[in-house]
């Protein structure tokens, strides 16, 4: 079985460089002849809105061909391809969940699954957010996370209007049960029995998903929620390993090293004089 890769975009494994990330069309696929190859990102939601043009689209093996305008949900590990006519109008808005915890939860199910829905009217609430983006001065975030917040809002609402409820379990609702009960040690058994799902199934959703099994996938999240306590709070190296589930403070360094390649304290220390994660 051909293997569907993993694409880091903005800092994927590390802190994500801003609140969140918004573009244009053009300025993603036009460099790729106007065409993005199957792929799969494991951190980062993605809102796309199509105002004008022609696109073909594949999410998770579907293929889709609607008439703009259109907004696409694509949630993290959801397979998706794109083939745009040239000159095709429109933005993309990226954002990392675990950032957005008020985003991804019971009240905003719709967001968990891939949506393809009418656009009609959402161009004003993207263009704040690039408007918001563009912007600089200390009201900034969050004026940037209002307006991303209202969009997903929006869209959220579309996608129950249009499709109910009942969706089975996606890596959204895994991923925030890993970042519920980090310090809790919480087993592979856990997450599966919290889900519904026997052991062998929660795996099989993992690796379609992600490329990873349940437990690489836990380690992934743990890692990249020490980033994000690393680089957004002033917690000690010790306390960032506790709060993760680890006793044993030096078995923690030795397992960000493993997979960041640097100390906690090192890796603090780049992103300090790097200017900060956003």
């Known amino acids: ?14 802190p994500f460089p801003d609140l969140l990330h918004v573009e244009r069309i053009v300025d993603r ?9 199957p792929h799969r ?65 019971q009240e905003t ?37 209002a307006a991303a917040i209202d969009l997903c809002c929006e869209v959220a609402a579309r996608g129950d209007s249009a499709a109910g409820t ?8 895994l991923e925030a049960l ?3 009960h980090l310090a809790d040690g919480w087993k592979v058994t856990d997450y599966a029995r919290a889900l ?11 690796v379609e998903a992600t490329g990873l099994s349940t437990h690489g996938f ?13 680089a957004y709070t002033r917690m000690q190296v010790q306390q960032v390993g506790f709060a993760l589930g680890f006793d044993d403070p030096a078995y923690f360094v030795r397992v960000f090293r493993q997979g960041m390649g640097l100390s906690p304290t090192e890796y603090r220390r780049r992103i300090a004089t790097a200017g900060g994660p956003g």
């Open 218 to 230: 836990i380690a992934a999240t743990r890692l990249r929620e020490a980033c994000r306590l690393l």
């Open 166 to 173: 009942g969706a089975a379990p996606t890596l959204p609702q």
């Open 196 to 206: 519904g799902l026997s052991d062998r199934h929660l795996r099989r959703l993992c």
């Open 109 to 145: 199910a719709a967001l968990m699954r891939p949506l393809v829905l009418p656009g009609a009217g959402l161009g004003p609430l993207m263009d704040r957010i690039a408007e918001r983006h563009a912007e600089s001065g200390p009201l900034r975030r969050l004026r940037l996370r």
């Open 29 to 37: 696929a036009a460099d790729m002849d106007w065409t993005i190859a």
């Open 178 to 180: 890993i970042r519920a």
């Open 1 to 14: 079985m051909e293997r569907i890769p993993t694409w880091q975009l903005y800092g994927e494994a590390s």
């Open 41 to 105: 990102h494991l951190n980062l939601h993605q809102i796309f809105l199509i105002r004008d043009g022609v696109l073909t689209l594949s999410l998770d093996g579907q293929r889709h061909d609607p008439d703009p305008p259109v907004v696409l949900n694509i949630p993290p590990g959801t397979v998706h391809a794109f083939a745009f006519a040239a000159g095709t109008e429109g933005h993309v808005l990226t954002l990392p969940p675990a950032d957005f915890p008020e985003l991804f939860g």
